[in-house]
């Protein structure tokens, strides 16, 4: 989906290293969430948020923080990578919270 | 707790066969939504069908169909007359429904390669 916007696409970190992923969308949705896929184990949820200024955790929190100050932002912050968060990551929104439009994925490699 | 098995990991085809995905769920809740995303090599999620629970007719879409089935819990996925272009994992998505947030429980991911 063209109006979700990850970046980077691409990312190597030394453990513990911090860093923010970023997830912008210029369509109006309220609905965002993080997601991060492993092999074998498909995508699964890390945090999401229903509008700016609310956000909760989802199957797989620990290690990121997230904050929506915006509309527009859902940023992902790792305080101190390790390497079990090498992984894609992708942002998803939404208008209706029965739908996900994901943006296209950044690959975060933990060395 | 909400769960979603897709038993098949890797399908290998040939051109032209047909080839079914299946996706097996696990719900409580009464009304609840399905999808089908395909990640094709570019590593992009393309969303592909959303059905809630209250429909269970089949749909076609070209090449493409859907039988959703809640006496077996399943939700299966069949590529008709199958292309290179098919070639992708496929993830089956399960979502509580009227629970405010943008929640999705996904499959492990099928990936089929469709050879010329």
């Known amino acids: 989906n063209a109006g979700v916007t990850q970046t980077p696409k691409f990312q190597v970190l030394k453990t513990g290293q911090s860093m923010t992923l970023q997830c912008a969308q210029d369509?109006?949705?309220?609905?965002m969430s993080w997601y991060r896929q492993d092999p074998g184990m498909g995508l699964r949820l890390i945090h999401y948020?229903?509008?700016?200024?609310?956000?909760d955790q989802g199957e797989v929190p620990n290690g990121y923080n997230v904050s929506r100050s915006t509309t527009e932002d859902f940023p992902l912050r790792l305080l101190s990578a390790a390497p079990s968060q090498t992984s894609v990551y992708f942002c998803?929104?939404?208008?209706?919270?029965?739908?996900?439009?994901f943006g296209q994925g950044t690959r975060l490699t933990v060395v | 707790a909400q769960k979603v098995t897709q038993a098949q990991t890797e399908i290998s085809v040939v051109e032209k066969e047909d080839v079914t995905l299946d996706c097996v769920y696990e719900t409580r809740d009464t009304t609840y939504y399905l999808f089908w995303y395909k990640q094709p090599p570019s590593g992009e999620l393309v969303f592909l069908i959303r059905?809630?629970?209250?429909?269970?007719q089949n749909e076609i879409s070209g090449r493409y169909s859907w039988n959703f089935q809640k006496s077996t819990s399943s939700f299966n996925f069949t590529i008709t007359a199958s292309q290179v272009v098919d070639s992708a994992v496929y993830f089956c998505?399960?979502?509580?429904?009227?629970?405010?947030?943008?929640?999705?429980?996904f499959g492990q991911g099928t990936r089929l390669t469709i050879n010329p």
């Open positions: 369509m109006n949705h309220e609905y």
């Open positions: 998505a399960l979502s509580e429904a009227i629970q405010g947030a943008q929640k999705l429980v």
């Open positions: 948020s229903v509008g700016a200024g609310i956000t």
């Open positions: 998803a929104s939404s208008r209706d919270p029965r739908d996900a439009f």
């Open positions: 059905r809630n629970s209250f429909d269970e």
